[in-house]
Nanobody
Framework: QLQFVESGGGLVQPGGSLRLSCAAS????????IGWFRQVPGKEREGVSC????????NYADSVQGRFTISRDNSQNTVYLQMNSLKPEDTAVYFC?????????????????????WGQGTQVTVSS
């Protein structure tokens, strides 16, 4: 059974950085595209970034392009999201999940509907 555990969230001042981790258990994630998503109360879950199964393709939301970097270490069965230059509007619960629908190894999409095995999330709060 696919399971994820997110960690690394916390309280940070605007302009600061955090590194989120998404650790997989119960399976090896090297055949799955992995996505990072975020959600605030009352709003839909937003696709922040994704990385292809091969690790060669990444995709970012316009709101985080140039500030966030997604990466994966298949030997550690973990995907990371490095978040720099954080803004108050980045405040949200961040989730990771696996693309359980498509089988293309060289690309990914950020549509939440194709992702499954959601973790519990990690809270990121950007505030002074």
């Amino acid at each position: 059974q696919l399971q994820f555990v997110e960690s690394g969230g916390g309280l940070v001042q605007p302009g600061g950085s955090l590194r989120l981790s998404c650790a997989a258990s119960g399976f090896t994630l090297d055949t799955y595209a992995i996505g990072w998503f975020r959600q605030v109360p009352g709003k839909e879950r937003e696709g922040v970034s994704c990385i292809s199964a091969s690790g060669t393709y990444t995709n970012y939301a316009d709101s985080v392009q140039g500030r966030f970097t997604i990466s994966r270490d298949n030997s550690q069965n973990t995907v990371y999201l490095q978040m720099n230059s954080l803004k108050p509007e980045d405040t949200a619960v961040y989730f990771c999940a696996a693309d359980v629908i498509t089988t293309v190894q060289e690309m990914c999409v950020r549509a939440p509907s194709i992702y499954g095995s959601w973790g519990q999330g990690t809270q990121v709060t950007v505030s002074s």
